[in-house]
């Protein structure tokens, strides 16, 4: 199987056996959707792994990547304790109802906003990997990718 079909493969298996169309109805960051944050995350995490000969379980990588953010709500309108402390749980949540997750695969979504989540840290080299990586598409998407003025 070559690189491109392993993350092609992954995320189609995702996209068949959950609820990740959904991701598509909320804004992330910017005027970027969940669904296209959590690829773009993705996709830079297996890149990063491949570039860097980092050896990192490409299919849980690229599985808990995707799945960092499967909170399924609008956080803009989120009423609950502080959004950035408590979507990852949500978000591990929801990933166990429509899959079956490795050890690993819950520990990168429970850990990907470390060090804010200080109690649950990343504790493979996937973890890492997706933490660095979200931080850099988030600061991306924050930054350049901002809804234009109506």
């Not at 056996?17 to 959904?22: C, D, F, T």
């Not at 005027?31 to 996709?43: E, G, P, R, W």
């Not at 840290?121 to 234009?148: G, N």
Request: charged share 25%; glycine share 2%; net charge positive.
């Amino acid at each position: 199987m070559t690189k491109n079909n392993t993350f092609q493969q992954v995320i189609h298996e995702i996209e068949e056996n959950s609820r990740a169309h959904l991701m598509h109805n909320y804004i992330q960051h910017g005027a970027i959707t969940t669904y296209d944050h959590c690829f773009s995350v993705a996709l830079l995490s297996y890149q990063l792994n491949r570039k860097f000969h980092l050896r990192s379980n490409e299919r849980q990588l690229i599985r808990g990547a995707f799945l960092h953010d499967y909170f399924l709500y609008d956080w803009h309108h989120y009423e609950g304790n502080l959004h950035g402390f408590s979507h990852p749980e949500t978000a591990l949540l929801n990933a166990r109802e429509d899959f079956m997750l490795t050890r690993k695969e819950e520990n990168i979504i429970r850990s990907h906003m470390w060090p804010l989540t200080l109690w649950h840290y990343p504790q493979s080299r996937e973890a890492v990997i997706v933490c660095i990586a979200d931080k850099i598409v988030s600061t991306k998407e924050t930054l350049f990718r901002r809804r234009k003025a109506a």
